[in-house]
C-alpha cells in the first residue's frame, strides 16, 4: 500500500469532514474505519457485489474499488445521510430485503435511479439492479420497490 499521507476535505452527506488518510485507501476504509459511517458494507471488495454502494455527486459509486483521496471535492451521500426517502420506504412496504447487509448499497443505487430517471424502463431498472447482488431475496420486490416511487 501507498503509505504517503495526505489531509483532505471531503464532503458526505452535505456535511464537511477533515480527513487524513494514506494514498491508497479506499473510500470504503475511510467511510468505516476513520469516519465510523459503517452503513457502506465490506462484501466483495473488487467491486462485483455492490454492498458498498455510496452516491458520488448523485451517482451510485462502489466505495471498495474507488481511492478516498478520489472522494476530495465530490459529494458523497452514504445511507445514513438519506433521511425518510421514497425509496427507503418503498423497501418496507415491498419486502425488498431479508437479512439486510446488502440493502444499503441497493437503497442507494435506487435512490440514483429515480433522481436521474423520471420515469426509467423496466429494462433501464433491471440493468441498474444488476450492479448489486443479493443473495437472500429475490429482485422482483426490489424492482416493486422502485417501481411504486414513480409517479
Not at 3 to 14: L, S
Not at 59 to 82: D, N, Q
Amino acid at each position: 500500500m501507498d503509505n504517503r499521507k495526505f489531509t483532505i476535505e471531503m464532503e458526505i452527506n452535505d456535511e464537511m469532514f477533515e480527513v487524513d488518510i494514506l494514498a491508497g485507501e479506499t473510500l470504503l476504509y475511510v467511510l468505516r474505519n476513520k469516519l465510523g459511517l459503517t452503513g457502506a458494507k465490506p462484501g466483495c471488495l473488487n467491486g462485483d457485489c455492490g454492498a458498498c454502494t455510496v452516491m458520488v455527486d448523485n451517482l451510485p459509486f462502489k466505495s471498495c474499488i474507488m481511492l478516498g483521496i478520489e472522494a476530495s471535492g465530490h459529494k458523497i451521500t452514504t445511507i445514513e445521510g438519506l433521511r425518510d426517502t421514497p425509496i427507503q420506504r418503498a423497501f418496507i412496504e415491498h419486502f425488498a430485503f431479508q437479512c439486510g447487509y446488502c440493502t444499503p448499497g441497493f437503497i442507494l443505487n435506487c435512490h440514483s435511479l429515480v433522481q436521474n430517471h423520471a420515469h426509467p424502463s423496466k429494462d433501464t431498472i433491471k440493468s441498474w439492479l444488476s450492479s448489486n447482488i443479493c443473495r437472500c431475496t429475490s429482485y422482483q420486490e426490489i424492482e416493486e420497490a422502485v417501481m411504486s416511487t414513480i409517479k
